[in-house]
């Protein structure tokens, strides 16, 4: 992928695409183990080939945007303490994710659970789980795709104290035969079970 060099808005480098100024990648042609340029604060949908092993990403980045921008292909992967901007879909497909101890916005749980700071919303969970019923009861918001891709998941304890279940929440969670949901519940989003059959 080669970019004119008169480009205003476009550059290529090692055969990727980024913008002019090197602080978002739209794309990168490499396989196996990719290690994204310091300087990236942004990653999009459709950056990275399916394939790829594993993604090391920049202490510069802030933000992971859009729907799957973390291919299925990666098994693992480790936030860095800027990143202050993850999109509710961006990680669907990941199995397991670490986040800086010093990340000020995020936090992971056992590398199974993603959550915010104050541990109040849930926005990611490890697809290799079958049970969950050990969720923090400081949980008020499950966000829209926390559980799409849970494929062995046969069983959720919500505790109290959780508040809203968003939309796509538990999109495409096939394998759930029990589902507890408690009497704080506010708001169920009106897409939150979609595809998901049982």
Same mark, same amino acid.
């Given at each position: 992928?080669?970019?004119?060099?008169?480009?205003?808005?476009?550059?290529?480098?090692?055969?990727?695409?980024?913008?002019?100024?090197?602080?978002?990648?739209?794309?990168?042609?490499?396989?196996?183990?990719?290690?994204?340029?310091?300087?990236? !604060?942004? *990653?999009?949908?459709? +950056?990275? #080939?399916?394939?790829? &092993?594993?993604?090391?990403?920049?202490? @510069?980045?802030?933000?992971?945007?859009?729907?799957?921008?973390?291919?299925?292909?990666?098994?693992?992967?480790?936030?860095?303490?800027?990143?202050?901007?993850?999109?509710?879909?961006?990680?669907?497909?990941?199995?397991?994710?670490?986040?800086?101890?010093?990340?000020?916005?995020?936090?992971?749980?056992?590398?199974?659970?993603?959550?915010?700071?104050?541990?109040?919303?849930?926005?990611?969970?490890? !697809?290799? *789980?079958?049970?969950? +019923?050990? #969720?923090?009861?400081? &949980?008020?918001?499950?966000?829209?795709? @926390?559980?799409?891709?849970?494929?062995?998941?046969?069983?959720?304890?919500?505790?109290?104290?959780?508040?809203?279940?968003?939309?796509?929440?538990?999109?495409?969670?096939?394998?759930?035969?029990?589902?507890?949901?408690?009497?704080?519940?506010?708001?169920?989003?009106?897409?939150?079970?979609?595809?998901?059959?049982?």
């Amino acid at each position: 992928m080669i970019v004119d060099s008169e480009n205003q808005y476009f550059t290529s480098l090692d055969n990727d695409l980024y913008s002019k100024n090197f602080e978002i990648l739209y794309r990168c042609n490499k396989t196996d183990n990719v290690i994204v340029k310091e300087g990236v !604060k942004q *990653i999009i949908e459709g +950056s990275f #080939l399916n394939g790829v &092993i594993s993604i090391e990403l920049p202490e @510069s980045l802030r933000s992971i945007s859009q729907w799957g921008s973390i291919p299925s292909s990666v098994k693992y992967l480790y936030i860095p303490k800027n990143v202050t901007d993850i999109s509710s879909s961006a990680l669907i497909y990941v199995k397991e994710v670490e986040v800086s101890e010093d990340n000020a916005v995020y936090k992971s749980i056992d590398n199974k659970y993603l959550v915010d700071k104050s541990v109040k919303k849930l926005y990611w969970v490890g !697809k290799n *789980i079958s049970n969950i +019923s050990d #969720l923090p009861e400081s &949980i008020e918001t499950v966000e829209g795709y @926390s559980f799409f891709g849970c494929t062995n998941l046969k069983e959720v304890i919500l505790k109290e104290g959780i508040k809203n279940i968003a939309d796509n929440a538990f999109y495409s969670c096939n394998s759930i035969n029990r589902l507890e949901i408690p009497n704080t519940i506010e708001n169920i989003g009106s897409a939150a079970f979609i595809n998901t059959n049982n």
